[in-house]
């Protein structure tokens, strides 16, 4: 599975809104259900009076958020919901608040010299920022961050707040610790290093119908490589078939003390 960049990611969401013929809040709609599907799966089938707190950003990440808590709220759920107070918000993020406000819920907006007020026993959802952010998150941060980080169970959407969804977020900066990540589509490349793991406990990657052929064609040299793609990629063994049925492989590798990935390569071979 090919990782497209943030930037690529952006192109591909305007392909697959024009490809299928759906305006961008159905495609936002569409993320929200299934972060909300997943939840409904791991948490609330198993503690249906689990209440949540939603930490909305300015942005896409942040109507995902508000998006999620209209979707809890209509379930009968207890959610709280915070959103950043800022002069400019993204279209389908106003789309969303407007919903909101139809039907009643409630929206705290804060200040990052803020100390916000919620169940720290709540599953906790993160919608501050995916992969639109720009750069690391700045000091002024820390505080809102840091009281994410109180809470027992964070969930982000798409990634953890904080990070940046191409490469590596250096440890002084504010980042949101989550549980669990429900990322769309693809594994963000944030998510698959080492750098990370203080950040995110676990991730799930969602399928929300990016247009395939669109992600197909990015140029990149990031993959995502998963136990089904080898599936795929292994012929079908017949009966008969011996050593020299399939090719032959050349290793060349293993210099003293360093034997491990030959050894492993010759193996798997
Ligand atoms: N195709 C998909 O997969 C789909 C993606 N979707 C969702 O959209 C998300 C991406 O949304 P996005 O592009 O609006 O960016 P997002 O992460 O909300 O952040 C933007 C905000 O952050 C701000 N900002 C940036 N850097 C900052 C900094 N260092 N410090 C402070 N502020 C900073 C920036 O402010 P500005 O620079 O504009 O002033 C702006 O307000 C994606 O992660 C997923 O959740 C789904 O809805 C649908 C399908
Ligand atoms: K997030």
Redesign the pocket.
Known sequence: MKIPS?QQ??S??KQ?ILKQGIA?FD??E???RAVFEAIREDILSKAPATSFTVIA????????GLALARMLFLSGITVQVYLYK?E???A??LYNQQKLAELGIKMEYFDLSDQLSFDRNSVLVD????????????EE?RGITEQINTCKNVIS???PSGLR?DGKTEKRNPVVRAQMVYT??VPKVALLLPQSADSMEQFQVLD?G?DEEAVQEVETDVYYYTLSDAKKDLKKRRKFDHKGTYGHALIVGGSFGKIGAAMMSTKSA
Request: charged residues 15%; negative net charge.
């Open positions: 943030a990611l952006k591909i969401d697959t961008s495609l936002m569409r993320a929200a950003g300015s942005g896409n990440n942040g109507g995902d800022k400019t918000y993204s389908d993020n919608a501050l920022f995916g992969f639109g952010l720009t750069h690391a998150l700045s941060w959407v798409d990634l969804a769309f589509q929300i990016l």
